[in-house]
């Protein structure tokens, strides 16, 4: 009898030996940000103070044919953010899933301008006007590079059992280009899906950004053409960061949306900050925005300042 535990012993411990040489490894990270932010008079409400906190996890591992795979899982405040599974495959590219995260594709090249802090339209009105992109959720994407050239795609699919949803799926393709050292171009395009076959969003997006030293400019236009009459949109947006030194960089980006359904423009106007220290970064920024969706005297801004620690 004992020889036979023995045996069995020896036989599990075995067993898990092997399953180990196989098994990944998930690690843990954390942040916890407070945020101070101070909207224009007709939008403040409550306290301008705020707390909130992620939890990431990510976890990899390795394939018998020579692939990796990669998971991340992204909480805030406790509640579903984001999720992705990457296949690499060497050579042959990236292939992922992504849920809630615009990583492949147009989506993830929507606004792609040197920031020190967040977007020059970021939590203002028109936030959405002039940014092409997908639906994320669900979206299987492929990446590769070929020397200093690169391709970014992503996929949507719609469910066609349901009728009352969009029809059609979504699409988009991106192209990169680094010619020469400093230098990084993009162009790409892409197929939203609509209510049905014969309303999707044709998107176009192309720019570049320039690096010299500490300073990084940048400029990027994009163009949504709907399927209904008078109801194009264009961006145009330019950016200039500067690296003060290793810890403290600086922003200052300028945007202007135009409507083929009216005559007045929407411009967006912002600087931003962030400095570094160890684990903490303390950023900001100043929003501000005119003429929101095309009419006049319809106004906006934002100023915010926050302080974030990552464990």
């Known amino acids: 009898m004992t020889n036979i535990k023995k045996l069995g012993l020896t036989a599990l411990a075995g067993s898990l030996a092997a399953t180990s040489a196989y098994a990944g ?15 224009d008079d007709t939008e403040v409400t409550g306290n301008p103070l705020s707390m909130n906190q992620g939890i990431g996890f990510s976890g990899s591992g390795d394939l018998d044919n020579g692939m990796s795979i990669a998971y991340q899982y992204t909480m805030t405040d406790a509640a579903f ?21 615009g990583t492949t594709g147009i989506s993830a090249y929507d606004d ?10 970021d939590d203002l009105d028109g936030e959405a006007n002039g940014v092409a992109t997908i639906s994320n959720k669900g979206t299987i994407g492929y990446a590769n590079s070929f020397g200093s050239f690169g391709v970014s795609a992503s996929y949507n699919a719609d469910d066609h059992n349901a009728p009352t949803t969009t029809e ?12 020469s050292d400093g230098v990084s171009l993009f162009i790409g395009s892409g197929d939203k899906s609509g209510t049905t076959t014969e309303n999707t969003t044709d998107l176009f997006t192309a720019g570049g950004t320039y690096t010299s030293g ?20 264009e961006r145009m947006h330019a950016a200039i960061s500067f690296a003060v030194n290793e810890n403290l960089s600086v922003s200052y980006g300028h945007s202007v949306v135009d409507f083929d359904a009216s005559t007045t423009d929407q411009t967006n106007d912002g600087v ?4 570094t220290m160890g ?23 934002v100023t915010e300042v926050s302080v974030a620690f990552a464990f």
């Open 25 to 39: 490894a998930l690690d843990v990270s954390g942040t916890a940000k407070i945020t101070y932010v101070s909207q």
């Open 81 to 101: 953010s984001s999720s992705s599974l990457k296949l690499d495959m060497g050579g042959s590219g990236v292939l992922s899933y992504s849920d809630g995260a």
């Open 112 to 121: 792609k301008m040197p920031t020190a802090s967040e977007e020059v339209w």
């Open 168 to 179: 059609g799926s979504s699409k988009s393709l991106v192209l990169t280009a680094a010619p």
């Open 214 to 233: 500490s300073v990084t400019v940048g400029l990027q236009t994009t163009q949504i053409d709907v399927s209904a009459a008078n109801s194009d949109v």
């Open 272 to 275: 931003g900050f962030s400095y």
């Open 279 to 301: 684990s903490m970064t303390v950023a900001g920024h100043v929003m501000g925005e005119e003429d929101t969706g095309g009419t006049a005297g319809t106004d906006d801004s």
